[in-house]
């Protein structure tokens, strides 16, 4: 049997893959998660690290709530509920498409982040599905590229969902003057120095790993600035903030890769700033 062999978990969804498995992987662990599995395709990723499909669309907006409930009752197999869903016209079959396969790459990079546990296999559990579904070994490359590039530009990218970030004194301001793109607009609102990126992402129903990303940007352009950051079991961190190998048993993704402009400035512990380190220049910059 494949589950007692495989050697971690990307090992495992490959042997699955190979074996044509309809089922579910649950997965133990902070945050651990349920991977729905058709075919030996990955429809599905369930976890607390990130918002779901479904989150998505209702947190956005882009369904309504008494929509969605009217879709979940016409149709209570979740495996059908995305075809449901663009019959009655409520969301395009593309979009759809896109906004499933994405919450399945975040997952799995939220997945990355921390070692997991055990696993066992279980029965099919309906769910909104990406169609046709995406290849584990797709899944293993993004994940470690996401968390790769987080570590040049950030350090370690399990660290960075614990801080706190605060708005800059004055950001709100500047960020409404027109200049600041819409999505750092809307992170910027929910930045109050409480909230976590996960939990900025699960209030938007956007991607984790966009949301890290967005947030690295803001800090360098001197709109947020990092709270004080502790482990998991609550003390101060004194991980340093350098490039990490990339993990062997990652879960990975391939969603829209992030612009590959000019790589931001990184920060150093207990230093200055970017805008610091070149004498105060132009936080906008």
Known sequence: MTAPTARNVPALLQGLRAEGFTGTVRVSGTPGGSIHLRNGLVGAIETPGAPTATS??????RIGDEDWLAACAAEPDADRL????????????????VVCTAAVFDAAFAMALSPRGSWELGDREPVLLA??????????EEASRRV??????WGP?????????????GAGTRGSDGWLAPRHRDVLDNVNGRRTPRDIAFALGRGLYAVMLDLIRME??????WGSRTTADGRPSTAPRVPQDEPTNAVRTTAVRPPEAAPLP?????????AQ???QKKKGG
């Open 148 to 153: 790769a590039l987080l570590s040049r530009l």
């Open 277 to 279: 380190d070149v004498g």
């Open 266 to 274: 990184k920060r150093r512990p207990g230093g200055a700033s970017p």
């Open 82 to 97: 995305g075809g449901h869903l663009v019959a009655e016209g409520l969301i395009g079959a593309a979009e759809l498409e």
């Open 157 to 169: 990218p399990g660290e960075l969902t614990r801080v706190r970030p605060a708005p800059v004194a």
């Open 56 to 61: 998505t669309l209702l947190t956005s907006g």
């Open 131 to 140: 169609e046709p579904g995406v290849e584990p070994r797709r899944l293993t």
């Open 220 to 225: 360098a352009l001197g709109l947020v600035q």
